[in-house]
């Protein structure tokens, strides 16, 4: 299939799982990730299909959405299967789901292929900034928590992502939106003291 309608068709499946969602992982945010990653990795030597497919997948499989813990990216693996892609290339893309999420690396960093880094990074980007902040409060407010609560997902996360990025690309890409977000932290923790 010719790569344009392959990505148009990856963004219509993924749509048709995430078209309600209001946690945070809606089409806005796989789109936003798809576009970082693409820049990304277009100044890195890579398999940009990889990334492309990894990104726009990334999210369907997540347990907080799924509500199933499988711990195992079935719903992408089984759209690749449709596309007959070879188990190689179908685990490529699956291995980088599996694994690039901020709770699967806490305990232990996980090792990332150089697309598996990319993808990883362009999700965590989207976490800071305004649209991070955004998402924050709207998680929040759709898991029953007060202002105070999502604050503290700052300390607990938000604040850490920049340190943690995987490429220097990213890193210039991301300045900016680390810098708002202590900002607004900075502000708000002024404004509740
Ligand atoms: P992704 O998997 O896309 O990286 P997450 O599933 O971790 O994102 O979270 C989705 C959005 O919800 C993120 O922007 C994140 O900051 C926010 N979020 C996640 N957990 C919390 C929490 N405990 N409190 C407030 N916001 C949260
Ligand atoms: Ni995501």
Redesign the pocket.
């Known amino acids: 299939m010719e790569e344009k309608l392959l990505i148009e068709n990856t963004f219509k499946f993924v749509a048709s799982i995430l078209d309600n969602d209001y946690?945070?992982?809606d089409m806005g945010?796989i789109t936003r990730v798809y576009n970082l990653a693409c820049e990304i990795a277009e100044k890195i030597t890579c398999d940009k299909l990889v990334v492309k497919l990894a990104a726009i997948l990334h999210?369907i499989d997540?347990p907080?959405i799924t509500k199933l813990n499988t711990g195992d990216c079935t719903k992408a693996r089984v759209y690749l299967n449709t596309l007959q892609y070879d188990k190689e290339f179908i685990d490529k893309v699956c291995d980088i789901i599996n694994n690039m999420?901020?709770s699967k690396n806490k305990e232990k960093k996980q090792v990332l292929t150089i697309e598996g880094m990319i993808v990883q990074d362009a999700?965590?980007i989207?976490?800071i900034g305004a649209v991070?902040i955004a998402?924050?409060f709207q998680?929040?407010g759709q898991?029953n928590?007060g202002m105070n609560?999502?604050i503290d997902?700052f300390d607990d996360?938000?604040l850490k992502l920049y340190d943690l990025l995987n490429t220097d690309e990213a890193k210039s890409v991301a300045k900016p939106r680390h810098d708002f977000l202590v900002d607004f932290y900075n502000q708000f923790k002024e404004e509740t003291k």
């Open positions: 946690s945070g992982h945010h999210d997540d907080k999420s901020f999700d965590r989207d976490a991070g998402r924050t998680f929040g898991h928590r609560s999502s997902h996360k938000l």
